[in-house]
């Protein structure tokens, strides 16, 4: 029943926002801000057990760590790039908010292009 907890803090935290929002808008972008730390540190708990679950699974198969390691950046870069884009839009900077996701999607590609290169090789290793 945890997801009740984060909802009701959300719940919450909006009602706030809109009322400051009138008077202090300033302040109701920090109330989001540290809304969205507080939601993302309940939940960050449960990363633990995905990590240990891939690990694993990577000593089983046999699979490159490093592999592993630049798929949780690349969630992570995803996860970060989504927050600060949607705390710029509470802000009304849209045009930021659409920066900051590119900047994201690139860093990505970025990060991909080991596991890329990696599967180019094995295709054409198995094209005759």
């Avoid at 909802?7 to 989001?32: H, N, Y």
């Avoid at 089983?60 to 870069?77: A, E, Q």
């Amino acid at each position: 029943m945890e997801i009740l907890q984060i909802v009701g803090l959300g719940l919450v935290a909006a009602v706030i926002i809109v009322i400051l929002r009138q008077q202090r808008p300033e302040i109701a972008v920090q109330v989001s801000i540290i809304t969205g730390i507080i939601i993302f540190l309940l939940v960050a708990s449960k990363i633990s057990a995905v990590l240990e679950l891939l690990n694993g699974y990577t000593k089983k198969v046999n699979i490159d760590l490093s592999y592993i390691t630049i798929l949780l950046k690349v969630i992570g870069i995803a996860y970060i790039a989504e927050f600060g884009a949607e705390v710029c839009r509470d802000a009304g900077e849209g045009a930021i908010a659409s920066k900051i996701e590119l900047a994201g999607k690139v860093i990505i590609v970025v990060l991909a292009v080991p596991i890329i290169t990696s599967l180019l090789d094995l295709i054409i290793k198995t094209i005759p």
